[in-house]
Nanobody
Framework: QLQASGGGLVQAGGSLRLSCAAS????????IGWFRQVPGKERERVSC????????DYSDSVKGRFTISSDNAKNTVYLQMDSLKPEDTAVYYC????????????????WGKGTQVTVSS
């Protein structure tokens, strides 16, 4: 089970930190991805982290502004979002893929409920 939190309203240029807490884990070999979606558009992968290897990746739209990290002892993944832009406004979701170090949208095994991020101009 995944629980995302930390969304809110922030002005452009501001920061937010999202958290994704995982429970009921069967293994420590999994990847967590952050995705976002705006109405009328497909869900977009923002970032991914492999909990066993520590590998990370980012979409071009957030590279250099967002940082994904994990606290394995707490089974929690964070997405630090800095220099936020109005186009970052979306519902953000975290998802897990077991026994993997990648986060393909159609291959994720479990999804958490989304958290709304709104960036005002």
């Amino acid at each position: 089970q995944l629980q995302a939190s930390g969304g809110g309203l922030v002005q452009a240029g501001g920061s937010l930190r999202l958290s994704c807490a995982a429970s009921g884990l069967k293994s420590d070999d999994y990847a967590i991805g952050w995705f976002r979606q705006v109405p009328g558009k497909e869900r977009e992968r923002v970032s991914c982290i492999s909990l066993s290897r520590g590998n990370t990746d980012y979409s071009d739209s957030v590279k250099g502004r967002f940082t994904i990290s994990s606290d394995n002892a707490k089974n929690t993944v964070y997405l630090q979002m800095d220099s936020l832009k109005p186009e970052d406004t979306a519902v953000y979701y975290c998802a897990a893929r077991w026994y993997s170090d990648s986060c393909p949208y159609y291959g994720m095994d479990n999804w958490g409920k989304g958290t709304q991020v709104t960036v005002s101009s």
